[in-house]
């Protein structure tokens, strides 16, 4: 009689879940005992492979498997084949299954010994969130720890990261799984600069991943940049806003707002250090102050030149930046009458040293066109006057960059 040694297996079955971002899955199931995975309609289903000793003197095989319920096995199949195997897709439980062999004369020669087996549930993983998103190398570091809060994360699973392109794949020297939480440690000397995703297979071979993780190297110093200086030329709106003080008699010019008035700025920036750059700007304003009193009005023109040291900061999309400027000028104020309505009475001119101090966000809208919107700040210096005025001029904008 021929021999009735049996080859056993572990098997594995998914319930009706959604597929995994990436899977990889035997698609061969001749290779060896044990499971693989097909799709149906974007779903995956776990096929099992249940084999025996092959019998040259064999016509046919009859297979014949049970399943335990309440404490008895059932017959749940019986199946004639040629093949030394059979593939089926099992439900979660405890099974067991024997083969009936029959000769080249088609009578019964043997049958097998039953073989027990069980049939695991597989799990979906999925990865919630990983921290943090970003490991910089140092060089300081010997090891880096990822953290990562899964769904479905079995015992034994395989964790690591992935890039497609150039292809390559880190394992952590260690991982520590806690519930759901996976905590992986990586030897800084394992790591190299890129995009990765982080990839998690359960055992059964349903997989997840989710990205990006980035790995870089600190940013070198920054340096001085020499080449052509940046050049900006711009001209908008600009309001005056009365803060306090007075330039002739607090009653004088009343008004908490001058609407009319414009500005006029141009930047040489000679001194560029990537992020940040240093620079000089000359700029020029002009604003009618004109206030109506019950028995006469009263109006001037006030003129503004300052030269102003900038400070340019920018933002890493290098097409914003903040501006930050501080300087000193000198303020004209002219064509300062008072009209009683039966003519303008003898206009007369004035001058003031200024300090003026400003901030703006500028936006290179498209190519070298840019907006800019900020405010200013300018202190009258006038010993002679009893009240020394400050006043806000905000700004909208629009400029070239050369």
Known sequence: MASKRIVTLSVLLIMCMPPAAVVYAEDTPHDEDGY???????????????????????????????????????????????????????????????????????RLEYTMDWVYFEVLRAIQPKILTFAP????????TQSQQLVLDTEGLAPG????????????EIHPLRTEINGNTAQLIFNSGQLEPGAYDVYVRNPGGLDSSRGILRISRP???????????????????????????????SDTFDK???????????????????????????????????????????????????????????????????????????????????????GKGDSLDSQYLSLVAGLSFQWLIKGPFFIEAGVDFTQILSPDDRSEPGYLRPALSVGWKF
């Not at 492979?49 to 096995?73: C, P, T, V």
């Not at 030149?305 to 933002?315: G, R």
Request: glycine content about 8%.
């Open 157 to 168: 699973a395989l964790i690591m990261l992935r890039r497609p392109e150039p292809e390559q």
């Open 256 to 342: 908490l707002l001058f609407p009319l008035g414009a500005v006029a700025r141009g930047t040489v920036v000679p001194l560029k250090w990537g992020w940040c750059n240093l620079g000089l700007e000359l700029g020029a304003s002009w604003n009618k102050l004109e206030t109506q009193k019950e028995n006469y009005d009263v109006a001037a023109r006030l003129f503004g030149a300052q030269l102003s040291l900038l400070y340019q900061l920018w933002l890493p999309n290098r097409i914003m930046a903040f501006n930050f400027r501080l300087g000193a000028g000198l303020g004209v104020i002219g064509d300062f009458y008072f009209d009683y309505h039966a």
């Open 133 to 140: 998103e970003e490991i910089v190398l140092d060089g300081n």
């Open 219 to 249: 940013d070198p110093p920054e340096q001085y940049v020499p080449g052509r200086p940046d050049i900006n030329v711009s001209v908008g709106y600009a309001p005056l806003v009365p803060l306090y003080g007075a330039l002739f008699n």
């Open 36 to 106: 693989f995975i097909v799709w149906e309609d974007d779903r995956p289903r776990f096929m099992q492979r249940l084999s025996w000793d092959h019998d040259e003197f064999a016509l046919r095989y009859e297979l014949i498997l049970e399943k335990e319920q309440n404490g008895e096995n059932v017959e749940i199949l019986r199946e004639i084949t040629e093949e030394n195997y059979g593939i089926l897709s099992l439900q979660p439980g405890q099974y067991r299954y024997t083969v009936m062999v029959y000769n080249l004369l088609d």
